[in-house]
């Protein structure tokens, strides 16, 4: 494939003297003070030069070039240089630190999750685009920050940008290790996923050619196989009843936690449903997969050898975090969802561990809103009957649940005298 000239996103408005002006500005930052006016300029710089470098890293890649230095044009790598000669020379991390979270602020992306609680005045929102993301993704490798990185990819996946492949490729070339290869699903369950429903995307995009070819070499994935989604899927299912990976942190306490492993496999799940979209999450991972695994549980209450709680814990907590995506779709078949849940709390308080009766019911409120009037009813019983300890946080949820239902059903009442 012939090599092109880097393509521009946007018109340049960035000259040699706005850059000149932010170095000094950089060099003469001091601890302490107001950075925002330094941030807003170095991300003016970026934004406004923006250039999709994809053709650089893919002759990079031809040419068999395995080096780990990131692809960056003239001026980022200036910009770059003078924020890290800065962090080594005052020792510490504050400007790195205040632009990633000046970033998390600016940049147009919803579920974007900050890690820092820097207060910061409201922005305006910037696009995201490749030249963005090698500045945010070369400030995490300079604080060594990978699973900030990760969850900036995450984000990225989770809402579906039309240019979501350069993107990536753009994060792979500023720091690979943020999505290569794992040994197995096992070591990474969401760097699995992102593999494969990315390649998935770019098999039928036969004009993203070089992107493909590019995220093969840099990052160690593989095409995409036919059979790829449905085999990650049994994987990750199996996983979920392996409590080698399902292990829940105070099961007998009113709050119990599940393990950093099982939160990942969650959000694996999770993400998997955001591509696939609400028709095969209903279907397919919920009906055909994790519905089976409750059912395995109950049957297995009364044996040593049974699937753990920890593992019916993940599962609503899957059930509930991949339904809330079929509100927007079609609240019919969430409220359908949620009638299974509901069957789990309606059962004898002494049968079902209050672990899983806690996760569900956490489940059941998130899933609410798809019929209200017919949660409502349940959770105020299975609260009336627990006769345990129940959180705060889930009877406070559940008042606030009844109110609005009130006041719902009063404004109708209302409105019908009139």
Same mark, same amino acid.
């Given at each position: 494939?012939?090599?092109?000239?880097?393509?521009?996103?946007?018109?340049?408005?960035?000259?040699?003297?706005?850059?000149?002006? &932010?170095?000094?500005? %950089?060099?003469?930052?001091?601890?302490? &003070?107001?950075?925002?006016?330094?941030?807003?300029?170095?991300?003016?710089?970026?934004?406004?030069?923006?250039?999709?470098?994809?053709?650089?890293?893919?002759?990079?890649?031809?040419?068999?070039?395995?080096?780990?230095?990131?692809?960056?044009?003239? %001026?980022?790598?200036?910009?770059?240089?003078?924020?890290?000669?800065?962090?080594?020379?005052?020792?510490?991390?504050?400007?790195?630190?205040?632009?990633?979270?000046?970033?998390?602020?600016?940049?147009?992306?919803?579920?974007?999750?900050?890690?820092?609680? %820097?207060?910061?005045?409201?922005?305006?929102?910037?696009?995201?685009?490749?030249?963005?993301?090698?500045?945010?993704?070369?400030?995490?490798?300079?604080?060594?920050?990978?699973?900030?990185?990760?969850?900036?990819?995450?984000?990225?996946?989770?809402?579906?940008?039309?240019?979501?492949?350069?993107?990536?490729?753009?994060?792979?070339?500023?720091?690979?290790?943020?999505?290569?290869?794992?040994?197995?699903?096992?070591?990474?369950?969401?760097?699995?996923? %992102?593999?494969?429903?990315?390649?998935?995307?770019?098999?039928?995009?036969?004009?993203?050619?070089?992107?493909?070819?590019?995220?093969?070499?840099?990052?160690?994935?593989?095409?995409?196989?036919?059979?790829?989604?449905?085999?990650?899927?049994?994987?990750?299912?199996?996983?979920?009843?392996?409590?080698?990976?399902?292990?829940?942190?105070?099961?007998?306490?009113?709050?119990? &936690?599940?393990?950093?492993?099982?939160?990942?496999?969650?959000?694996?799940?999770?993400?998997?449903? =955001?591509?696939?979209?609400?028709?095969?999450?209903?279907?397919?991972?919920?009906?055909?997969?994790?519905?089976?695994?409750?059912?395995?549980?109950?049957?297995?209450?009364?044996?040593?050898?049974?699937?753990?709680?920890?593992?019916?814990?993940?599962?609503?907590?899957?059930?509930?975090?991949?339904?809330?995506?079929?509100?927007?779709?079609?609240?019919?078949?969430?409220?359908?969802?949620?009638?299974?849940?509901?069957? =789990?709390?309606?059962?004898?308080?002494?049968?079902?561990?209050?672990?899983?009766?806690?996760?569900?019911?956490?489940?059941?409120?998130?899933?609410?809103?798809?019929?209200?009037?017919?949660?409502?009813?349940?959770?105020?019983?299975?609260?009336?009957?627990?006769?345990?300890?129940?959180?705060?946080?889930?009877?406070?949820?559940?008042?606030?649940?009844?109110?609005?239902?009130?006041?719902?059903?009063?404004?109708?009442?209302?409105?019908?005298?009139?």
């Amino acid at each position: 494939m012939p090599y092109t000239k880097p393509m521009r996103e946007e018109q340049n408005k960035v000259n040699d003297g706005h850059v000149q002006d &932010t170095l000094k500005m %950089i060099a003469k930052y001091r601890m302490g &003070t107001n950075a925002t006016r330094l941030a807003k300029r170095i991300v003016y710089n970026f934004q406004f030069n923006a250039i999709d470098l994809l053709p650089v890293v893919f002759a990079r890649c031809v040419a068999g070039n395995t080096s780990k230095e990131p692809v960056l044009t003239p %001026i980022e790598d200036k910009i770059i240089t003078a924020v890290v000669d800065w962090t080594k020379k005052n020792n510490c991390t504050t400007l790195i630190d205040f632009l990633l979270a000046y970033l998390r602020q600016v940049i147009d992306m919803p579920t974007l999750m900050s890690g820092y609680k %820097i207060k910061i005045t409201p922005q305006k929102k910037f696009a995201i685009n490749s030249t963005l993301c090698r500045l945010y993704t070369i400030l995490c490798f300079e604080t060594d920050n990978l699973q900030c990185a990760r969850v900036f990819v995450y984000d990225l996946l989770r809402n579906e940008y039309a240019c979501l492949e350069r993107l990536l490729v753009a994060v792979a070339s500023s720091w690979p290790a943020v999505l290569y290869k794992q040994e197995s699903i096992q070591a990474s369950p969401v760097g699995s996923v %992102i593999e494969a429903v990315v390649m998935q995307r770019l098999s039928i995009m036969p004009e993203e050619e070089m992107t493909q070819k590019a995220l093969i070499a840099m990052c160690g994935w593989k095409e995409h196989q036919a059979d790829t989604i449905t085999n990650i899927t049994h994987q990750l299912v199996a996983m979920v009843q392996d409590a080698n990976y399902t292990q829940l942190i105070n099961e007998n306490d009113p709050n119990p &936690t599940l393990s950093q492993m099982a939160f990942e496999l969650s959000k694996a799940m999770e993400l998997l449903a =955001v591509v696939m979209g609400w028709e095969w999450t209903n279907d397919v991972l919920i009906r055909e997969h994790l519905w089976p695994v409750l059912k395995k549980w109950t049957v297995g209450l009364r044996s040593e050898n049974g699937i753990k709680n920890g593992s019916a814990c993940l599962v609503m907590k899957i059930i509930a975090n991949v339904g809330v995506l079929g509100l927007k779709k079609n609240k019919q078949s969430v409220s359908e969802v949620m009638k299974m849940l509901l069957a =789990v709390l309606q059962q004898p308080s002494n049968i079902i561990p209050l672990c899983v009766q806690l996760y569900t019911t956490d489940a059941v409120l998130q899933l609410s809103a798809a019929k209200p009037s017919l949660s409502h009813p349940v959770l105020q019983k299975w609260c009336s009957n627990a006769g345990q300890t129940i959180p705060a946080s889930l009877t406070d949820r559940i008042q606030v649940l009844g109110s609005w239902l009130t006041n719902t059903n009063q404004r109708q009442m209302d409105k019908s005298k009139h």
